[in-house]
Each structure stands twice: as structure tokens, then as C-alpha cells.
């Protein structure tokens, strides 16, 4: 997985006048209520921009529109599992609906869950252990993969975590597994990128013909929606908020990033998860690429399910306004910072509660992502649009970070 690094230093300066702030409910007379916010947002909007403040400037900020959303709401999340037996008939089926019929279980399903010790001896994905051969000791199929020239499967908890169907590869005749198409290494020529307004009237010639953004866009939307292999979880639906363009030769593939939404309100998302360590939780925003290269399918993508297990916990009519949740924001920051905010957007954060990611929750918040002025880093916080409380990670700026993934 992709981790962006934390700056300890500047999360200390951050966290200096956070005690104490916990998970204090705001007044009652704070709140608005959302379905007859939309108007007064765009005025408040208006008002924070031009608005000085002690920490925090907004002269140069973009604000996301109000998502069409009657309430908020506090979500439980929950891993769905695989069966051992389940996954290897996923993993028949899914081979059988791309067309790779031909790839042999038994010597290419493999299990990089941890449940039996690997054999490094042996070369990668061999050392990794046989699924068909120890399916009787396995209790999981969480962790199968199949990491072939012809194509790549990597199941997670909520069903496909990463897939490739090898066409990348296969274009570019590369003798490699065809799991550098769902990780991003073969798309790294980028020539144009932008969000999803700004590219989705240009169009580029694929492998199989001229398409533009907003058609293979629509094409991703319907992939996912159908369900891989899971049907999406109820109120939810996927999202395009950034697009890259990447060549290939003389053709060219598009890069969608990826978030979930929920009743009409995304998910915070980011090129890369986010770990904050040495607390007692940390946020875990959704991480997914999808890439196009025909104006068939998705060829290949990587990151977080739709089909993950969510239940509401908690569901409100009225949030925290924006330029209350600035002045805030403005309160609790560390004296010392001075952040120049450039976007601002009402977002559900997921929120891991303890380091082995086995309980998560997801809270409504108005998120700010924007500059430390005095160091030139970044800082992304997500305000909880119900109680007030923070939360927040410092990182570096796009392009200073490598990435991690994969199973090898």
C-alpha cells in the first residue's frame, strides 16, 4: 500500500493545542440544517474567502459544491471476508469471465496472506504457497493472487482488491507480470492530468480508438457499479475526481482516481493512504486508480471496494456550517501555524481505531487541504461536522513520494 510520509515535527506543532478538544460536541446553535444549507453554503463560501483570519487564509481557495444530501450520517465498517473455498471460485470465475482459461490453479493461485510461511528459495510468485495444495490448512482467502505474464488477480477482505487483465502489458510487449498495469508502473508517462471537469471534453486515441474522458469515465462508473465481485454496499456509488492521461507509444491511457460516495457525499480520498503513527487512531482515505486503455472495460485498477460492509451508526439532520467550522479550525490550531487553504470540501473520513485495521469508522467533516506557510508542507484536516473534533496528517508535496504496493 502507498503510505505518505508524516512530518513529526510539524504534526507536534499542529497537535501543541489540540488537547483537550477531544470529542467535545459543538453547541446546538451552531448548526445548520443541510437540506436548507445549499443556498446560505454559497454565501458563507463568499464570507470565508475574503474573511481574515489569525492562521488561516482562503484568499486562494476553491470550495467543492454542497453534495445533494438531506442528512449525515457516523458509519461503522466492517471487513466482509473470504471463504478459502469461495475465493478459489472466485478466482475460477473471474478467470473465466476475462478469458484466461488457460492459466493453471494449481500452480498459479497463490496465498500471500501470511497463513503459511512463504519458501523463498523458490522464485517469486512461487514462493508464495500453493492455495490448491494447502487448501485444507488455509482458513482464509483473503490474501489469494494470481501474478501472471497474462494477467493479475489480488483479493482483499471486501472481494477484488487489484486487477489487471494483462492488455497493458501485452501492448507493450513487456515480459513482465502483468501486475505493473493495477500498480501504476506502466503509466507513468503522464502528458496531461487534471480534475475530472477541467479533462472530461478531451479525448485521446487509445488502443481501440479515439474516446474522451467523460465516455471512458462512464464506462469505469458502470464497471464498478456491477459489482467486483461483490455488489456495491447500499448508498453507495464511485466517483471521478482526478484524471491522468499516459502514453503508450503512439496510444494513450487514462487514469482515474477513485472514491466512494455515500448518499451523494464522497468519500476523502488521495493518491496515497495515510498513516498517522503514535496515536490512538489515523486516517485512512480512499486510495484507488483505475486505468482505460480501450473503450471496452477497465483494464486494470488498484485500491478500496464498493462492496465494503458499512452500517449507520448514527444519522443527523443538521452539521456544523463552514464558517463556523473555520473559526474553529482557526481556534484550535497550533499559535505558531499559518496554513493557506486551497480547497475545502464536506467529505465522509474514514478513521481507523486501533493500528491493525481491524475497526474503522467513518465520520462526516468539512476536510482542509492546503500549505504551511512557514515550512512550505502540506496539511490535510478533517474537522467532524458533529462534534467538532480533528483530524489531520501533514505529507510532502505531489511527487516527492515513492510507492510500496504490491505482493513481491
Known amino acids: 500500500?502507498?503510505?505518505?510520509?508524516?512530518?513529526?515535527?510539524?504534526?507536534?506543532?499542529?497537535?501543541?493545542?489540540?488537547?483537550?478538544?477531544?470529542?467535545?460536541?459543538?453547541?446546538?446553535?451552531?448548526?445548520?440544517?443541510?437540506?436548507?444549507?445549499?443556498?446560505?453554503?454559497?454565501?458563507?463560501?463568499?464570507?470565508?474567502?475574503?474573511?481574515?483570519?489569525?492562521?488561516?487564509?482562503?484568499?486562494?481557495?476553491?470550495?467543492?459544491?454542497?453534495?445533494?444530501?438531506?442528512?449525515?450520517?457516523?458509519?461503522?465498517?466492517?471487513?466482509?471476508?473470504?471463504?478459502?473455498?469461495?475465493?478459489?471460485?472466485?478466482?475460477?470465475?473471474?478467470?473465466?469471465?476475462?478469458?484466461?482459461?488457460?492459466?493453471?490453479?494449481?500452480?498459479?493461485?497463490?496465498?500471500?496472506?501470511?497463513?503459511?510461511?512463504?519458501?523463498?528459495?523458490?522464485?517469486?510468485?512461487?514462493?508464495?504457497?500453493?492455495?490448491?495444495?494447502?487448501?485444507?490448512?488455509?482458513?482464509?482467502?483473503?490474501?489469494?493472487?494470481?501474478?501472471?505474464?497474462?494477467?493479475?488477480l489480488q483479493m482483499g477482505a471486501d472481494g477484488f482488491y487489484s486487477v489487471s487483465d494483462g492488455s497493458i502489458t501485452k501492448y507493450l510487449k513487456q515480459d513482465g507480470h502483468a501486475a505493473a498495469d493495477a500498480l501504476g508502473s506502466n503509466e507513468e508517462n503522464i502528458v496531461a492530468e487534471g480534475s475530472y471537469e477541467e479533462m472530461a471534453d478531451k479525448s485521446y486515441e487509445l488502443l481501440s480508438g479515439k474516446i474522451s474522458v467523460a465516455e471512458a469515465a462512464d464506462i469505469t462508473r458502470k464497471f464498478f457499479m456491477q459489482g467486483i465481485p461483490f455488489e456495491p454496499e447500499k448508498n453507495v456509488s464511485c466517483d471521478i475526481p482526478y484524471v491522468s492521461v499516459f502514453s503508450m507509444g503512439a496510444k494513450y491511457g487514462y487514469a482515474f482516481t477513485m472514491r466512494r460516495t455515500y448518499q451523494n457525499i464522497p468519500f476523502a480520498y488521495s493518491s496515497s493512504s495515510s498513516i498517522v503513527p503514535k496515536s490512538r487512531y489515523y486516517v485512512v482515505e480512499d486510495d484507488k486508480t483505475a486505468y482505460v486503455v480501450n473503450k471496452n472495460t477497465v483494464a486494470a485498477y488498484t485500491g478500496d471496494n464498493e462492496g465494503q460492509p458499512l452500517s449507520v451508526q448514527r444519522e443527523e439532520k443538521e452539521i456544523l456550517g463552514l464558517r463556523d467550522a473555520v473559526s474553529l479550525l482557526n481556534d484550535k490550531l497550533a499559535r505558531e501555524l499559518q496554513m493557506a487553504v486551497d480547497h475545502v470540501e464536506l467529505v465522509y473520513c474514514r478513521v481507523a481505531l486501533d493500528e491493525k485495521n481491524e475497526k474503522y469508522v467513518v465520520y462526516p467533516c468539512w476536510e482542509f487541504d492546503g500549505k504551511v506557510q512557514n515550512n512550505n508542507n502540506r496539511l490535510r484536516v478533517y474537522l467532524d461536522v458533529l462534534t467538532g473534533e480533528l483530524h489531520l496528517y501533514a505529507y510532502p508535496e505531489k511527487g516527492t513520494q515513492k510507492s510500496d504496493g504490491g505482493v513481491e
Open 1 to 152: 500500500m502507498k503510505r505518505k510520509m508524516l512530518y513529526s515535527v510539524l504534526c507536534v506543532l499542529v497537535l501543541a493545542s489540540l488537547s483537550g478538544c477531544g470529542k467535545n460536541k459543538t453547541p446546538s446553535n451552531d448548526r445548520v440544517n443541510l437540506k436548507e444549507y445549499h443556498q446560505q453554503y454559497q454565501q458563507d463560501t463568499l464570507e470565508v474567502k475574503k474573511s481574515s483570519y489569525e492562521k488561516l487564509d482562503f484568499s486562494g481557495c476553491t470550495f467543492a459544491d454542497l453534495p445533494d444530501s438531506d442528512t449525515v450520517c457516523v458509519l461503522d465498517v466492517e471487513n466482509r471476508g473470504i471463504g478459502v473455498e469461495e475465493g478459489i471460485s472466485l478466482a475460477k470465475n473471474w478467470l473465466k469471465d476475462t478469458g484466461n482459461t488457460k492459466i493453471d490453479l494449481r500452480k498459479e493461485l497463490r496465498d500471500a496472506s501470511g497463513q503459511i510461511q512463504r519458501n523463498d528459495t523458490e522464485e517469486y510468485p512461487y514462493n508464495y504457497p500453493s492455495v490448491m495444495e494447502n487448501r485444507k490448512k488455509l482458513k482464509s482467502g483473503d490474501g489469494f493472487f494470481i501474478n501472471t505474464k497474462e494477467c493479475y
